[in-house]
């Protein structure tokens, strides 16, 4: 087994007094793609948040290619190849569509790998490339979760993190989205920590699978075996 | 006929300072969410500073670069040490903190420099020429064109311009694609503080000289002629600005000075009724 690109270990964290977070573990190796399932107020968000600065844990630490990320700030992580696409997608509706993909790559010190990975992003989601000049609110559900996660791609990240990104969209474009995750996964070693409620589609792509539930892990296990567990299924995910 | 051709100048040219001071007020509002009612007071200090050197060195020039440098350094002092520790849960306490900066920049004037005019001689000279222009008017248009200009640029032509935009429109997002926000909003304190100095140092040879409240009632124009414009528009701020400088020259002119305070006042009474974004304000982009 290749050495963790991420390590959560034991994080407990929240808002306020109350912590969202009891002592989560776990690990996503590069090239694998990390299904975070769970019910609605399950913590998922809040765990993303946690492992891109925007929370700070009360206990516990994220580490990123074995460095310790305590006292990295959030907008150094990017740097670091930590990308986070946040639920509701973060596209900022008053830019345009290649403003928004430049801000991707804007912290990049080597811009002509900046330029072609825009390029690039411009044949992946063909799309954009049709819509270029259009803001970021005139843009469909579907444009808008492309935009978001083709920025993220500028910026050549090793590891993504990912918000329920089928939120509002359509089964086709979901699929085609998971295919495309996989397919990054495969040609370029991305590691995806993903955050799902739509559990068939998360699970059709996911290596591995966690279970959270009220704010702990209640079970981790390779995708296909949760695909297959009936009794899991029906107590924490509802299908 | 002069006295139209006279008037609409003169509106023009005052307009045209109240433009870069509602610029400024749209700079830090985009960024900050706080409207800077110290933003005049700032102004005045800066204005003192480039007096002082002006006393000191005998080269007025010398003296309004360095109000200018007084300003930024201004913005720079202001942001660090008093806005970024002002929560922002509460739109008042900004508000609040920003007017006791007014008290306090005055009183520090008034006792540094003391309470009595001083006399603030324009750059050049003052009477009119081809067209009503007068070369002071010109040197205002110039100086208001190339720092709009300039600013224009920069927020739509440059990566630092990309990353005020983002960091003021959406700064968590900003934060994670490794945009410094924080940094963003000190720049955009500094070059909104240092085109409040520039429009200072314009209009108070206008007036009646320096003064510790010598910009008292130029910002609230300014600020009406940003409420005019909407908060959240560059360009409806230039409009505004020049739209405020007109109405304003044109009731002084035919109705008489004492009537332009109230003009303001109506003004902005209006807008806040009639349309309470500003007449430039870009419906608001819904966020998803």
Redesign the interface.
Known sequence: MTAPLLEIQTITAGYGAAPVLHEITLSVPPRTIVAVLGANGAGKTTLLRTVSGLLRPTSGAVRLAEEDLARVPVEHRVRRGMAHVPEGRGVVAELTVDENLRLGGLFRTDRRDARRALAEVYTLFEPLARRRGHAGHQLSGGERQMLAIGRALVGRPRLLLLDEPSLGLAPRVTAQLMGLLARLRDDTGLAVLLVEQNVRSALSVADRGVVMSLGRVVREADAALLRDDDALRHAYLGF | MDRIVFLTVDGLSRGAVYAAMALALVLIWRGARIVNFAQGAMAVAAAYAGHSVTAATGSFWLGFLAALAAGLALGWLVERLVMRHVGHDRPLNAVIVALGLVLLITAVLGIVYGNEFRPAPPAFDRTAGFAGLSPYDIFVFLSVAVTVGALAVLFTRT?AG??L??SA??P??????????GGMLLLGWVLAAGVGALAGMLIIPTEFGLHPNAMDRSFVVAFTAAVVGGLDSPLGAVIGGLAVGLVLSFVGGYLGDQVTPLAIIVLLLAVLLIRPDGLFA?RA????
């Open positions: 990566k990309l990353r935009r983002a429109f959406a968590e997002v900003s934060r994670l694609l490794g945009v410094n926000v870009a982009a819904r966020r998803i």
